[in-house]
């Protein structure tokens, strides 16, 4: 199983992006998914999940401004990033999460930087 983020880029504040996350292999549906993020000198840090029944849940950091989706049908998990501040700043990861702790390994992420 390998993970693929994309759709990172430097934007100003305010402004949005939207990550794409895609996983390899025939296991993705049964699994709820993650985006984390690491900013530097900083640990790695859970935004955002979303179930196989497409309940969701949000770090209160991004909470309203951030929205999570999935299309199991092209294993695929988004992060709809809008009001961007420069906390924000920070290499995006997906990850597949059993018990609440993330399963695979980790994939090469995408870099998230927004200026102020």
């Known amino acids: 199983v390998q993970l693929q983020a994309s759709g990172g880029g430097l934007v100003h504040t305010g402004g949005s992006l939207k990550l794409s996350c895609v996983l390899s292999?025939?296991?993705?549906?049964?699994?709820?998914m993650g985006w984390y993020r690491q900013a530097p000198g900083k640990q790695r840090e859970l935004v955002a999940t979303?179930?196989?029944?497409?309940?969701?849940t949000y770090g209160d950091s991004v909470k309203g401004r951030f929205t999570i989706s999935r299309d199991n049908a092209k294993n695929t998990v988004y992060l709809q990033m809008n009001s961007l501040k420069p906390e924000d700043t920070a290499v995006y990861y997906c990850?597949?999460?059993?018990?609440?702790?993330?399963?695979?390994?980790w994939g090469q992420g995408t870099q998230v930087t927004v200026s102020s």
């Open positions: 979303i179930s196989s029944g497409i309940t969701t």
């Open positions: 990850n597949r999460l059993r018990g609440g702790m993330p399963v695979s390994d």
């Open positions: 292999g025939n296991v993705f549906s049964p699994y709820v």
